[in-house]
């Protein structure tokens, strides 16, 4: 068995996996992500010190080599600021960069801007052009990173892109600048735009060890998630072997990351949204506010059947649970382990939207507990234990993390990962 593990969302991202990620790197030579762009953030909290990454996996914190496969698409600019912002914990050689990972250039973002406004039935985008950045991909008109390095290259795909969107971009733009802008970032990065496919497939076999990092959640994944309320690519395990260049069975597990709750950023539907004072409580004492965005995020009691959905698609073995001090001092906690619909009981998740939103929470209710970060070296309360009881019965996973706080240290590993 190969020396890997895949760590991805079994929600609608947010779920903590930066945190989670940032507390297994150590263990890992290799941190590798495989799809999305700066839509994705996650905060890791170390000595004190807050960092926000978009781009990077939180690996880098560690000195561990961190990979951005081709499965991305990667903002040149904010890569750069990104890598400032780590200098003095990693330096650039630690970074490998796919040829093949195609770039959100500046005409994207305003795609995504122009785009959204017009759609009658919003889907809350981040505005960070990664949509755009995908269409032009599968339009064959997308500008990959190995294309950023030759200017005469850079300059042609360029203007035919732009060319393309005449009529859909209302913003005028400099093919000069653009290429001048991004020609020197191509050429900063240089040195680390290498074939990662090729490194990590030999890496592997020579058993080093590798950590896959997915971005958002399964419930955005563009197959499988609440089409049209998704991002443009794959979040699921698929997306980690098509994009890393990989085949399946170098993955040798799979941890799926939970909130403790559910939240959600954007439209579409939610069927444990809840709202008023318990909502309020846990979007304030969960600092429930987009990481790229900004934007408050919905708040739901945890959906164990999404969960449920997530760990049957990608072959989840392992659950982290996350945030679930954040559900300290409540008097009750509740988990939805089946739907109302048309006047029946079920577990099934309809594909349709419109259906989704029909469907009524049943709910078990767990007495609440008292458990934060300070408690971490005591035994857990036996309300908390149920309720962890609970998720692995109805899943089939077992829970071998909790995070009982925003720091690295505020961690508790319950079970191995063998």
Known sequence: MYKTLAVLGLQFGDEGKGKIVDYLSSSFEIVARYQGGANAGHTVIT??????????????LHGTICVLGNGMVIDPIQLLEEMKMVQDYSPQKKLRISERAHVVMPYHKEQDRVEEEKKSNR???????????YEDKYGRIGIRMVDLINRERLEEKVRLALKMKEGIIEKSYSVKDIVQEYHEAGLRLKKNIIDTGEFLRKSIEEGRSVLFE????????????????????NTSIGGAITGLGIPPHYISNVMGVVKAYTTKVGEGPFPTEIKGKIAEEILKKGNEYGTTTGRPRRIGWLDINLVRYSVELSGV???????IDILSGLDEVK??????YNGKITRKIPSDPAEISKLKPVYKVFDGWEFT?????????????????????KTGAKVVIISLGASREDTKLLGRIK
Do not use: W
């Open 47 to 60: 000595g004190g010190k807050v960092f926000k990454f978009h781009l990077i996996p939180s690996g880098i």
């Open 123 to 133: 889907i809350g985008t981040t505005g960070k052009g990664i949509g755009p950045a």
């Open 214 to 233: 997915g971005a958002q959640g399964t419930h955005l994944d563009v197959d499988f998630g609440m089409y049209p309320f998704v991002t443009s690519s």
């Open 317 to 323: 073995r392992y659950i982290a649970i996350s945030k």
């Open 335 to 340: 988990v939805s382990y089946a739907y109302e």
């Open 373 to 393: 970060g300070k408690d971490l070296k005591h035994e857990i309360p036996k309300n908390m234990k149920k309720y962890i009881k609970f998720i692995e019965e």
